[in-house]
């Protein structure tokens, strides 16, 4: 019989029996049509390839991650990744959710078909991150709109991480009940994705009550033994990856109960450590086989969400796999399949394509609302005061996380307004650009800041509305107007001149250029950032989530300083001195 | 807090980690809570129980098996089950799909909703298991049938046993795409269940190339073996356990790949080997280690399936459970709990209930459409020849296996009827039932046949058509009439009396009395068919697979005498003598 692909003699393992076979692989349609002894089955093979005994394991499945941290869309995502022998993943589309909401998630879903990856969807769970009263979002996803998209969607397979867990832990079940409930009924069988971190004892039992049966945060071997006996699934990202847990996982007997994931990958880590692949390599640096490393990024993922057609060598199964160099520790791709086809022969193309191209829909491109009056009077900081000085409240932004505190800073009045220009601080401005209300909340940055320059961008966490933060008016306003030129971005102002910029036009939070390119553009912002004094190991993450407000301590939004362990709303001078 | 129950000191089996701990367990609207030590919990439970280390597993689960075959409806069945410790099954409705197509699959949904046990569903695949020319239906189940049920009954959880398997592999597929790919597209995520009786290697791709990716048939070692390697789950039932396969999974290293299942239950079997219980104690009885058993009857067929709920015993799951007496090999039962509540304090009445009792609808009670001008004279055998004799072709029964070959007898003929009475022979006639036309095909029975009596039945695989046998007219004339009167069922009849006899008025299949009664009258009229002179180690079985147009060699059906292999209707008078 005719078949499309003869593979013969490679090392083939076997995810079932965990064991490598000598075999030949005939496929077919682009699915494993037989595994054995080719000899005498009458095969007409369109193309043979004589693997000579290499090692050929599974296309690797990310379950956990989110395309959007790489600040690009699905089909660029798919043309850098795929390559590295990752053939399936499934994204949950937090920011796209955020800010366009149903739509969002949606124009992803749309934009994947036809990529060359397989590219499936969780639901996210938790948009907008807070509510109205704290932050203006662009989307949000209610129940009803979970149950729309899980029905009208067959990408959707599962629901993305649930974040509540710190209300299941004060007894407040009611929003994880009400979202997953209608969720249920039509997909009982849908994973539920959880967001655990430190959690343990009756606390972790608090949670799987609620049938949310993963984590994906920073795991201790302690937390880790704990989870699995209770029945959670855990996914180990690069950060969890320590010596002490892989000593745990060498032998094999927790195999099936956890898998291997990204969470989030930035343009410039994918350079540096590769994707599911580089997670792949530090496990096997710290000794795991390389064998309960392939099973924990292929069989048990698939078999985490319930994929019945890939995960593993065998017939019936997608024809996705890899071809490695060798069996050593380095996890070194030979050659990549996805659907029979190698990789290199697809349409992968590293340019930013030609008119064959799935482009995203006009209004993805042009999400920017603001009201045409916007001028440098945004960054005024009029006073009740004439004259003399006055004590606003500040965030102290850390050197090192994400996290901040809430400090003091005098400052000196003069005709009604305030200086700031050139103080020890910036200003801080978080302007709504959804509905053209251009509403901006004002705060003052001490701790790092820049010096002699402004920062922007709208991919800010998890609202995405304009950030801007500088030193001087002029600064900011060049920033401002170049993002607004383009649509969305992030960039930084010198001078009155742009030295690095990035331009994010689908949502304003993603590019359509090659991540290649990306990764050298946020190295250049990322230097430009340090270069106005900007203390940070990752400068970008650390401004981008100055407006998080579900992280401590004190965060900005639109709607104007956020006390964000009580969600209290905080004015700029404190009512002690006011 | 308060919870519903406390279990305090059990040796709990972890099916994640495949041990046993010492432990307490919390229970919660019907669900687990926790899973660890109580005390310092603040728990207030309603009910504290001591366990007094008594062993605790979870609540099995049968993932293939049809309940029709327990010739009792799904609320007998869970009444006569559950207390084994069955706690969920998915059972594919054939039988109640034959005589009603979709509806009947409905009505048993129907039926099993508010049973004490959690009944599932797989859709019937091949139904009718021939077609129009070879049988007449109650029902046939259509490719958009089955995406309607699945569409609409959350219970249905997977696609029952395709058994296309023969004509995959003569290459032609298409009945078997055009069943499950509009299926797949909208239940992307549910099981296939296979039937794939002695096929290998190549043959075996084949099927697993459909995505058709379990087995429940017989299994030999090196098929099973076999199956694990390509990736074909097996389900393993009490004929299955051999000493020589039990001796492979001893170790379990093929744990996670195969389940205990039940297939087919009749209510004697019942009695004396007992439900999927019975085969844990057959498998324990040749040695598989307890814990082995135990999760191949719990985690391992819920992670077939992709049920997310229950299969273990931790947070989150269904508080399904059975206390064992001990850990010894008997898997004796003390207590089983379903949804935290011991199923001895359930309404599980051993009676056929009051008024509150969930009855099937009047039209599935009332199944059988004969025309009123049924009389003695269908089983006259008129002859083109008026004297003389005529060689007729016959069904030679085999006396221990359902299978049948053909022979020839010779028969007298007087004023142009053939003189069958009194013979060595039985006249076999089958009617159509469902639509009003008593479409009858005659045939003529050697081999073991009855003597001095008839024997009638409605419950004849797979079309379920009115099935009657005997040497005399009298007698076959008393047992069709009585199973008119009692709108379908099985009877005897010995000189013009019912010796036996079993209503089962729900569909001409099913009764809705306990199982036990059902048991008790089974073997009444198998003892009544062996004193008829009817010899076979199950004479029941035997005796409704006459008509199974699919089983080797020569069968019965409303058409004719069919040849099985070749799907040809035969002439009762050879063409070679006519």
């Known amino acids: 019989m005719k078949i499309d692909l003869l593979i013969k003699h490679a090392e083939i393992f076997n995810v079932y029996l965990g064991r490598w076979d000598l075999r030949d692989l005939a496929v077919l349609d682009g699915r494993i049509f037989h595994l054995g002894d080719a000899e005498g089955k009458g095969f007409e093979a369109e193309t043979v390839l004589d693997a000579e005994g ?58 994947s078909r036809g990529c060359d990856m397989d590219i499936f969807y969780g639901i996210p769970s938790s948009v907008p991150s807070t ?45 994880t009940r009400s979202f997953l409930e209608p969720l249920r009924r039509i997909r009982p069988l849908a994973a539920v994705e959880g967001h655990c971190p430190d959690i343990k004892d ?26 699995f006996e209770l029945g959670m699934f855990v996914e180990l990202q690069y950060k969890s ?21 990204t969470d989030d990958t930035a343009p410039d880590i994918l350079e540096r450590q590769g994707h599911l692949d580089g997670v792949i390599r530090r ?58 086809h190698p990789v290199n022969r697809m349409t992968v193309r590293s340019g930013t394509g030609g008119e064959d191209e799935l482009q995203a829909a006009p209004r993805f491109l042009d999400s920017l609302n603001l009201p045409s009056s916007l001028s440098a009077d945004m960054f005024d900081l009029p006073c009740d005061k004439e004259e003399g000085t006055v004590r606003l409240r500040t965030i102290v932004k850390n050197s090192s996380t994400t996290y901040s505190s809430e400090g003091r800073l005098e400052l000196p009045v003069s005709k009604g307004f305030i200086h700031w ?66 649509r969305g971005g992030i960039c930084v102002s010198r001078g009155g001149q742009i030295t690095a910029a990035l331009a994010l036009p689908l949502g304003g939070i993603l590019s359509e250029e090659p991540m290649e390119k990306l990764s050298g553009q946020m190295i250049c912002i990322s230097d430009a950032m340090r270069a106005l004094g900007f203390e940070h190991p ?6 981008t989530t100055l407006t998080l407000p579900v ?20 004015p700029l001078i404190p009512e002690e001195d006011s």
Chains 1, 2 share one sequence.
């Open 131 to 175: 509510n109205e009263s704290l932050e203006t979002s662009g989307g949000r996803v209610t129940p009803s709109d979970a149950t729309t998209l899980a029905a009208a969607w067959p990408e959707v397979v599962c629901v993305g991480e649930m974040m509540s867990y710190a209300s299941i832990l004060r007894g407040d079940t009611e929003r």
């Open 551 to 570: 992280s401590p301590e004190i965060k900005i939004s639109n709607k104007g300083l956020i006390r964000t362990l009580t969600g209290e709303i905080l």
């Open 283 to 340: 496990a096997l640096e710290l000794g795991l086989p390389l064998e309960e490393a392939v099973i924990a990024a292929s069989w048990s993922p698939a078999k985490r969400i319930g994929f019945r057609d890939r995960g593993a060598v065998s017939p019936g199964k997608k024809a996705d796999f890899i071809l490695l160099k060798d069996r050593s520790s380095r996890f070194e791709v030979h050659r990549v399949y996805k659907n029979g």
């Open 202 to 227: 009756l606390d972790l039992s608090r949670v799987l009550f609620e049938r949310i049966d993963s984590d994906h945060c920073l795991q201790s071997p302690e937390g880790m033994l704990q989870r």
């Open 54 to 111: 290499r090692a050929l394991v599974p296309g690797l499945i990310d379950i956990h991650m989110h395309i959007e941290s790489s600040y690009c869309g699905p089909r660029q995502f798919s043309r850098a990744v795929l390559p590295r022998g990752i053939t399936t993943v499934v994204s949950e589309p937090h920011e796209m959710a955020n800010v366009f909401g149903p739509g969002g998630i949606e124009e992803m879903i749309r934009l």
């Open 421 to 486: 220009e050139n103080q020890s601080c910036n200003l801080l401005t978080v302007t709504e650009r959804y509905r053209g209300t251009g509403e901006t909340a004002k705060g003052i940055l001490t701790g790092t800041y820049f010096r002699g320059g402004a920062v922007a961008s709208t991919h800010t966490h998890d609202s995405h509305n304009l950030l801007i933060a500088g030193d001087n008016k002029r600064d900011m306003e060049c920033a401002r107007n170049w993002l607004i030129a383009h």
């Open 538 to 543: 990752n400068p970008l993450m650390s401004f």
């Open 241 to 261: 990856l320590t010596p002490e847990i892989v000593d745990l996982l060498k032998d094999g007997r927790y195999r099936g109960l956890y898998s291997l994931v």
